[in-house]
């Protein structure tokens, strides 16, 4: 069975976004790019599947800009065997949406014929939590998303999701989708031997012409802003004081 | 314009909270009517602002599986110009498939509704926010129920049956495993007492337990605690858990990561209680106390 991986080059979870001061968007010039924390994870999945002889292959895809090639040879050094890059835009401020990306990676499916796609559950930069179940829709495949634990026997799925209040096990039938959450698994750094191995990886570059998918963005940012700052509080010197203080404020 | 409402519920029960909050955002819009996917059909009905109730019957449905779900809602869509939720685990699972099945975009976590089409988001963990307008047929949303009053009670909306929908019966449901408590729901608790890596291990995190149950909170941790087996992943409080407003959120050995900041930076009163003077989490808290949180915890506890 093939698994396709969609990874996403963002911002790095470590940095803080600045909201640059014309309200046209976050300044992404200069700032430390990473894969997506949740693609990582979907990565090391597809590998420990391909690791226990479920997966026969793991094709990386990402799409946006040409630099995304770095974040597939980080997926390549990871495990995966080859690499997509459909290459849609020249500025890595345009991000596209989840609707868009779901057209584009169906066109990748259509193509390569995946039994399973392992994707991220939310992309830390848009954080929409949408393309996964999106991409199953377009498919008419069944979704797993939030994933804490995903089993395989033969040709049925079985997936332990994060839900509010606790787990949910659920069963099924491949072709499917599945997002990871943050516990499936302890994703793994890339060895230097492997970095310089996945540079003699396959990767293939593509457009959204290729695919045919329009990807004008339905939604317009009007405008971004910084959200309201809190006032400066004070420090306490002691419990006491703290519930005095408290108590002043009406929230005690 | 009218409005579909996706009920938080399932075969659990109603999450009264969750939906009201999403109501009172959802009535901004037009006439709201409840799909309601499990239980509570009855307390939806007496909600102000709701109009008409719909009840769904099914194992899937009611277990809130994403394909039985989004069939039925694509069933009744034609009617209505918006169809909403509470941004909960169970809608971020339905509500982009039905969007995708419409070819329209979801606009997940609206945390201000300008217009019919124009709504605001939290965007990077919370450190910007976008004013987006949407040129769709159907608005597809979810509602950050933090940022939305709860409608009250009052009302009398008839209820009946939604039309009925096939089910692509893609997924099964097996168990569900809810932890039991007798503590507040931490999104919508009055009060959150939080702990952090700082509590050190699962046994201490009986102070951060103790204190809060003095105060009739919820508690919540940060995802260092939970990655450290110190809390379990349902308490986690950030990007990557649950966004939580309360009027006093209480932090207790959290240094404030961005991703911790993002779900906690709006509630009304923040305390940071913490051994290391530089942590970012006095940066966003009103009171901070530097100091041992293994004296002062307890002695906290027993002035309350």
Redesign the interface.
């Known amino acids: 069975m093939k698994v396709l991986v969609p990874v996403k080059r963002v ?1 790095d ?2 940095v ?2 600045r ?1 640059k001061a014309d309200g046209t968007g ?1 300044d992404l010039t200069n700032v430390k790019m990473s894969m997506n924390p949740f693609d990582e994870i979907a990565v090391e999945e597809a590998v420990r599947l391909k690791e226990k002889g479920i997966a026969t292959e793991v094709v990386a895809v990402s799409i946006g800009v040409k630099q995304a090639g770095d974040t597939l040879r980080t997926a390549m050094a990871m495990g995966a065997d080859r690499a997509i890059l459909i290459n849609v835009s020249d500025d890595a401020g345009t991000d596209i ?3 868009a990306v ?1 057209k584009l990676l169906k066109g990748v499916i259509d193509a390569e014929q995946p039994g399973l796609v392992i994707a991220g ?2 992309a ?15 498919l ?7 994933a ?1 634990k995903v089993d395989v026997e033969g040709d049925t799925l ?1 997936v332990t999701r ?12 491949l072709p ?1 989708i599945i997002t990871a ?3 499936l698994n302890e994703p793994r750094y890339a060895s230097l031997p492997n970095i310089m191995k996945a540079k003699k990886k396959p990767l293939e570059e593509k457009t959204a012409a290729d695919y045919g998918v329009d990807i004008t ?11 309201a700052g ?11 004081e ?2 005095a ?2 108590k002043a ?1 009406e ?2 | 314009m009218a409005v579909l409402l996706l009920a938080e519920s399932n075969a ?1 029960g109603l ?1 009264r909270d969750a939906t009201a909050r999403a109501i009172t955002a959802a009535s901004t819009l037009g006439e709201v009517t409840v799909l309601v996917p499990g239980a509570g059909a009855a307390e939806v009905a007496g909600i102000s602002g709701v109009s008409r109730v719909l009840t769904a019957e099914g194992d899937g449905v009611a ?5 039985p779900l ?1 069939a039925l809602i694509i069933g009744m869509a034609a009617d209505y110009s918006h169809i909403v939720a509470p941004s ?3 809608a ?10 419409l ?7 609206v945390i201000a509704i300008i217009d019919a089409d ?1 709504f605001e988001r ?15 047929a159907t608005k597809v949303l979810t509602v950050r129920t933090a940022g939305f009053a709860a409608a009250a009670d009052g009302n009398t909306a008839p209820v009946s049956p939604a039309p009925e929908a096939a089910d ?1 019966a ?10 039991d408590t007798d503590r507040p729901d931490l999104t919508s608790a009055r ?1 959150v007492v939080s702990g952090g890596r700082g509590i050190g291990s699962e046994e201490n995190f009986a102070l951060v337990a103790n204190l809060a149950d003095k ?1 009739g909170a919820a508690v919540g941790a940060s ?1 260092a605690a939970v ?1 450290a087996g110190f809390a379990p ?2 308490w986690q409080v950030g ?2 858990g ?1 966004v939580v407003a309360p ?2 959120y209480i932090a207790l050995g959290i240094s404030g990561a ?2 911790h900041l993002a779900g906690m ?1 709006d509630s ?4 940071a209680i913490n051994q290391d ?1 530089d942590a970012p989490i ?9 100091g041992d949180l293994f004296t ?1 915890v307890p ?2 506890t027993s ?2």
């Open positions: 911002i979870y470590n803080k976004a909201v976050v949406e989840p609707l779901a559950k939310q830390i930069d848009n954080d929409m939590n949408a393309t996964g179940q999106m991409l199953a829709a377009l008419g495949w069944g979704q797993a998303t939030f804490s079985r994060e839900i509010d209040g606790g787990l949910q096990d659920i069963t099924m039938t499917a959450d943050l516990r963005p339905r939604l317009t940012v009007m405008k971004t802003v910084e959200p809190r006032t400066a509080g004070i420090k306490v010197a002691s419990v006491d703290l519930l203080k408290l404020a929230v005690l | 659990n999450n277990h809130g599986l994403a394909e989004a909960t685990a169970m971020k699972n339905v509500l982009p498939r039905v969007a995708a099945l070819d329209v975009m979801v606009i997940p976590d124009t939290p965007v990077y963990a919370g450190n910007a926010v976008q004013t987006v307008k949407s040129a769709d692509p893609l997924s099964a449901w097996v168990a569900d495993h809810i932890a009060i105060m995802r990655d992943n349902d990007q990557t649950k009027d006093l961005i991703q930076k009304k009163v923040i305390v003077e006095f940066q966003v808290a009103d009171f901070g106390l530097v002062i002695d906290l002035k309350v």
